[in-house]
């Protein structure tokens, strides 16, 4: 059974930096497209960002050049780096992974982190 747990969102001040981890267990978490999404209060869930297992990463525009992610995967974790925040970014991020099985993939959602940006 695969769980993420994701920690690291508060409250920052515009223009300030944060760091998201996502911690995963359970089998086949090694070969699993890894992602960050976000929903702002009383809008959808909104794909951020991906990792591939090679290491290949896709960003909304939104965050281009603004937001990193990574995985290590010795540690089972994934990795958010958020710089140059703006209000915008306030939402809730979920990690999500896409693990691959036999006769397509598990997609699983870690319970979420609150990332306020305000003054």
């Known amino acids: 059974q695969v769980q993420l747990v994701e920690s690291g969102g508060g409250l920052v001040q515009p223009g300030r930096s944060l760091r998201l981890s996502c911690a995963a267990s359970?089998?086949?978490?090694?070969?699993?497209?890894m992602a960050w999404y976000r929903q702002a209060p009383g809008k959808q869930r909104d794909l951020v960002a991906v990792v591939t297992t090679s290491r290949d990463t896709i960003y909304a525009d939104s965050v281009k050049g603004r937001f990193t992610i990574s995985r290590d995967n010795a540690k089972n974790t994934v990795y958010l780096q958020m710089d140059s925040l703006k209000p915008d970014d306030t939402a809730v991020y979920f990690c999500n992974a896409k693990v691959p099985v036999r006769d397509g993939y598990l997609e699983v959602w870690g319970q979420g982190t609150m990332v306020t940006v305000s003054l």
């Open positions: 359970g089998s086949g978490i090694s070969r699993a497209t």
